[in-house]
T-cell receptor, first 111, second 112 residues
Framework: GIQVEQSPPDLILQEGANSTLRCNFS?????LQWFHQNPWGQLINLFY???GTKQNGRLSATTVATERYSLLYISSSQTTDSGVYFC?????????????FGAGTQVVVTP | DTEVTQTPKHLVMGMTNKKSLKCEQH?????MYWYKQKAKKPPELMFV???????INESVPSRFSPECPNSSLLNLHLHALQPEDSALYLC???????????FGPGTRLLVL
């Protein structure tokens, strides 16, 4: 199957800091999503971004499909940004809906 | 309304029990998914239904049996589970398979 690597595995930020999370994947993809999982387990879809750049408030994401990576930017971080950030990819040769998740980046934002 | 609901929130069952997990969405989505998530691990895909037909089964043991009675409902029937099946079970839906996924809050299952 496709390999999905996220870095860094852990990140500790002070409130107000900016950060960049990375997702590398080993094969061509149809689709890519970024999720935030809060401490209670709820997964929230942040971006559906198979290519290009999107922004939503303090968050933005860029996917360069030809180079097989995606970046998630968090600006002016807040304590509510704490949790695990996952990227999930759907390989081009796989069935629609077969998303493979990376191992995640655990983010802790301190006051 | 972008809500996916799951019941129950918590479930404790013995290895000989039969139970069912339920997932519901009213967004008109035509794809629904079951994932299993162990602690400190990413979600792992189990099943995908597209237009009420099973389109992906990720070689899941037969003690897990999915069912999609209609386009809004997805069930996961559990029978003769093992303690290693204890996990958070997540349901998701999307407009079509492979599109933006919306997740429910999950069912925390403990098998004794």
């Amino acid at each position: 199957g496709i390999q999905v690597e996220q870095s860094p595995p852990d990140l500790i930020l002070q409130e107000g800091a900016n950060s960049t999370l990375r997702c590398n994947f080993s094969d061509s993809v149809n689709n890519l999503q970024w999720f935030h999982q809060n401490p209670w387990g709820q997964l929230i879809n942040l971006f559906y971004i198979p290519s290009g750049t999107k922004q939503n408030g303090r968050l933005s994401a860029t996917t360069v499909a030809t180079e097989r990576y995606s970046l998630l930017y968090i600006s002016s971080s807040q304590t509510t940004d704490s949790g695990v950030y996952f990227c999930a990819v759907e390989r081009m040769t796989d069935s629609w809906g077969k998303f493979q998740f990376g191992a995640g980046t655990q983010v802790v934002v301190t006051p | 309304d972008t809500e996916v609901t799951q019941t129950p929130k918590h479930l404790v069952m013995g290895m000989t029990n039969k139970k069912s997990l339920k997932c519901e969405q009213h967004m008109g989505h035509r794809a629904m998914y079951w994932y299993k998530q162990k602690a400190k691990k990413p979600p792992e895909l189990m099943f995908v239904y597209s237009y009420e037909k099973l389109s992906i089964n990720e070689s899941v043991p037969s003690r897990f049996s999915p069912e999609c009675p209609n386009s809004s409902l997805l069930n996961l029937h559990l029978h003769a589970l093992q303690p290693e099946d204890s996990a958070l079970y997540l349901c998701a839906s999307s407009q079509e398979a492979g599109r933006t996924q919306y997740f429910g809050p999950g069912t925390r299952l403990l098998v004794l």
